[in-house]
């Protein structure tokens, strides 16, 4: 259920009314919502937007085009991963797409067996490249543009793989730490993306986390203004109303974080200001063209180049009866020179390189053209851009925002490969073991591998991890402790739920 927040929902004793607050309700919110509720946990979810989602927003009006549109998350990355299963319990229906088996590049842009050899042997090696961050000694850490350098790649061969790696990313090539790039690759367990390993949910994404949120209790319209720690909990204000809990996830982007909408008293350690601080976020704009028919063959899939408008799919693919829509994805500074062109010089300057890579006349697009929608997501204050990434050097971010007792920080997006990616609202039960002190505990996340993440994971005593969406951190454990069980005579267990 979803419902908006009223005065009646205010606590004014100092008992909890629930025993955990999420804050957003975005895919990694309703994901530990429901990894809490399904535990048995008393849970509120606090959205300041009207609509729950976040940056997974799904058109159905049918007023761009006769399929579900998505304005932001897309695709299931990965054969194994766990989105696939839920997909399939919710009754959804998956679309499989070869978008890097199938990838053409240039003008016009063409598949890697037309390109020419050197063409096509570079885009292979640097995929093959980032992916050798798995085992790579990396006693410093680089930018992903000094590790290539390093590797022997010329900086001519640089810009195509800003395209190819970093934009996928939504970074820049000299602002991605390799450190936690390799950490990434060393935990994901989604599965390789080649032979249809990427796939579409027919319903839309929207469907899905319709799905994630079903009997929860959903605040929409409910700003949280301050988060206060307690001797025994968490005081949360919204709205003029005060929820007392036992346990606060917080699953906002880290650009909203940034911006201290949330007032934390006593105020935040040092250790976790700095996490935050460190994270980066860049623009990631969304370009959605319909035409009032099809210009290019139907085998297509993805195509790239070293334009502004640089990586473009067809979201109709696998759909017989879609109308004629094709998509640009910008991230970064090519996101940020789109913005500055203005929305109408910006339109004609995505048709001129859709003409380009298509090899079509830009008089044949802008004739057929039918209709354009611009998704700027560093323009969406509960958003404020793209996903987040970490700069050389800030690797411990990540595992230092999640350390914590009652309150915990959850939703930063971790860096993406072009071989192995992240999906979008993907979760997934697993079992645990009793804590020796009898606490019943919520495990929060995925672990990551490095040193630090490993030490944090031997002492929560977390056996079973599991891949995590967007995970931002480590798995804190949520302690809640005492509480009652929901069966006098079940036996104390650790669940885990993923972002």
Known sequence: MQKVITGSGQNTGKHPIADVLVVGAGAAGLAAARRLHEAGRRVIVLEAAGRIGGRVHTDTSGEFANFPVEQGAEFIHGLTAPTRDLAAQAGLTLLPVERFDKLRWGHPAQTLDQLPTEVAAMIRRLFAEQDSLRSADLTHDLSLADYLRRRGVAESWLDMADVLLAQTCCARMDSMSCADLARELQ???????????????????????????????????????????????????????????????????????????????????????????????????????????????ADLTYMAHEGVFARWWTPGYGRPDADAVIACYLTADRAAEAARMGTQAAWLHGLSELSALLGVPASKLRKAHVKAHFVAWADEPLARGGYAHLPPGSADARPALAAGRALFFAGKRPPTTPTRRRSTARSRAAGGRRRKSGRRSITLAEPYTSATAAQYYRACRCTNPFASLYCVVPAPTVCLDPLPHPCSRQKPHSTNFCQ
């Open 187 to 297: 935990v994901d367990h989604s599965g390789g993306l080649e032979h249809g390993g990427e796939a579409r949910i027919r319903e839309g994404y929207g469907a899905l986390l319709d799905w994630l949120a079903r009997d929860l209790d959903i605040r929409l319209n409910c700003p949280v203004t301050t988060i206060r720690r307690t001797a025994g909990g968490v005081e949360v204000e919204a709205n003029g109303a005060t929820f007392t809990v036992r346990a606060c996830v917080i699953a906002l982007p880290v650009a909203v974080l940034q911006t201290d909408a949330i007032r934390f008293d006593p105020p935040l350690s040092a250790a976790k200001r700095e996490a935050i601080a460190a994270f980066r976020v860049e623009p990631a704009t969304k370009t959605l063209y319909r035409f009032s028919q099809r210009l290019w063959d």
